[in-house]
């Protein structure tokens, strides 16, 4: 800008002719011409540089449609791409935008902040083979109990969320007072009642999933889970990527429904079932082919619940034994502690090559005793 002014300023004077001003100030005639007629138009601040940009712009996005995604934005709260796949199912004649754009414009609403960009290092080193996949619905449930909170009226919530892994169908969202076993058990209960029985129901190592101190890790709830033909799996400790589309779903849900909280617990469930309806019928999933809403690729499972637990069968070589309610078996006047989950509960004691005895509940092996040292080595596998 000093230069400039001060060409015009020489220009003003008029001590010698524009075409030697120029020449001084190393400009060509035309670019110093162009420079004076912008002051004579326009004084000092037309000296300022002008946008390159060009005055219309044939990408850009129409003001209706700007308004539709805003609209939808404001009332459904979704990201860019999701967004983009409810408007294309709801209106597919229009042409909408790329999620690109889209997340553009709300940035420039300031309706989403930009996304920090994370390692996905975690997630990858999680991925070790050993988890069973989820080829079909209801082959694995993943279950979570997100982050406990207060309501408005002081009381504790624990949402326990229950999803099947290959749909992401929501299966249920219950709002509990406690994460101990009975609410948690007839939770499932109501699930299996409505969507029969799963394959596998993976969890993290929190109560009521896991035990750190039993025989495996394993709690009531997991061994009744074992009982009805379900296999309890239990992530990594400190690993929570290993189930990190359930994760991720927490975040939605809390976004939806907890900030800020209701005012009772009743509220606050019929939060989540509004929430379970739109999740599962309308909100598009982007893991869903065709971004589609989870709903429409979920059956239940053909296996149904049983209302009275199956009776356990076991080889006709094994021999039971009744686990006392103290959680301890004997086997040839030797007692043997096994855990206190197991209260009540027959196991099938079968000798093996290696003269061992293998204890099991059900097709569950809970380890083995060796007769010799006299000792219980715990080693839970299944046997199937």
Request: hydrophobic content about 35%.
């Amino acid at each position: 800008m000093s230069e400039r002014l001060a060409f015009i300023q020489a220009c003003l004077h008029r001590a010698e002719r524009i075409v030697e001003i120029c020449d001084r100030f190393g400009i060509s005639e035309k670019t110093g011409h162009k420079w004076l007629r912008r002051f004579q138009l326009g004084g000092v601040d037309a000296l300022a540089d002008r946008s390159h940009a060009r005055r219309d712009q044939p990408h850009r996005m129409a003001t209706e449609i700007a308004a539709q995604i805003l609209k939808w934005r404001r009332r459904t709260g979704y990201g860019a791409g999701k967004l983009r796949d409810l408007l294309m199912q709801r209106q597919p004649q229009v042409r909408w935008p790329s999620a690109s754009c889209i997340g553009q414009l709300l940035q420039r609403a300031q309706l989403i902040r930009p996304r920090r960009r994370r390692s996905h290092d975690a997630e990858r080193r999680a991925l070790d083979g050993r988890r069973t996949p989820a080829v079909a619905p209801n082959d694995v449930w993943t279950a979570d109990f997100k982050g406990e909170f207060r309501l408005t009226n002081r009381l504790e919530c624990y949402p326990l969320t229950v999803l099947d892994l290959h749909s992401h169908y929501l299966l249920g969202c219950r709002a509990l007072t406690t994460t101990a076993v009975a609410p948690t058990r007839r939770a499932f209960q109501r699930l299996f009642r409505e969507y029969g029985l799963p394959g596998v129901v993976r969890t993290d190592n929190g109560v009521p999933f896991a035990q750190h101190n039993a025989l495996g890790r394993l709690g009531a709830l997991a061994f009744w889970w074992v009982r009805l033909g379900i296999r309890p799996e239990h992530i990594t400790p400190a690993r929570p990527a290993e189930n990190g589309a359930h994760e991720r779903f927490h975040k939605t849900l809390k976004a939806a429904t907890i900030r800020p909280p209701a005012a009772s617990l009743g509220a606050q469930q019929r939060r989540f079932d509004r929430f379970r309806q739109e999740y599962n019928s309308t909100r598009p999933h982007e893991s869903v082919p065709g971004h589609l809403p989870p709903g429409r690729g979920y059956t239940p499972a053909p296996r149904p619940y049983p209302e009275r637990l199956p009776t356990i069968s076991y080889p006709a070589t094994a021999e039971v034994r009744l686990v006392d309610r103290g959680g301890w078996i004997k086997w040839r006047a030797q007692p043997l502690f096994l855990s206190t989950n197991l209260s009540g509960q027959y196991v099938g004691l079968t000798e093996t090559d290696r003269e061992l005895i293998t204890i099991a509940y059900a097709s569950l092996a809970l380890g083995d005793f060796d007769p010799h040292l006299q000792r219980f080595i715990p080693r839970v596998r299944w046997l199937d």
